[in-house]
């Protein structure tokens, strides 16, 4: 089959701006993506984890970004969500780790 031509009229309008942002906007949101699936694949890893060690609430000391010694915890939101995040300073009375059944 033969690929029918487009009327002068009917003829599909361009905007070249458009576009360029359009396909500078697909490539970031592909990259995001791409770079989320190892995220997603590690948070699984620590919920898995946190189940298995029957833990609900875990807390640490690590390095940050800085280099500035910090303290995080690690949160067993539900059965399938997990978060990490840094401990607050004033929060000294939560146990180091809470076993759940």
């Known amino acids: 089959m033969t690929k029918q031509k487009n009327l ?12 360029k942002a359009a396909e500078d906007y697909r490539a970031k949101r592909d990259t995001r993506m791409a770079a989320m699936k190892p995220e997603a694949e590690a948070k699984t ?3 898995d984890l946190m189940k298995a060690h029957k833990l609900k ?45």
Do not use: C, H, I, M
């Open 45 to 47: 890893k620590l919920l």
């Open 8 to 19: 002068p009229t009917l003829e599909r309008a361009t905007n070249t701006e458009v576009e």
């Open 57 to 101: 609430d875990y807390r640490y000391e690590a390095e940050n970004g800085d280099g500035e010694s910090v303290e995080f915890q690690v949160e067993r939101e539900s059965k399938e969500s997990v978060k990490v995040k840094t401990a607050k300073e004033d929060d000294d009375s939560s146990p180091e780790s809470e076993e759940v059944e």
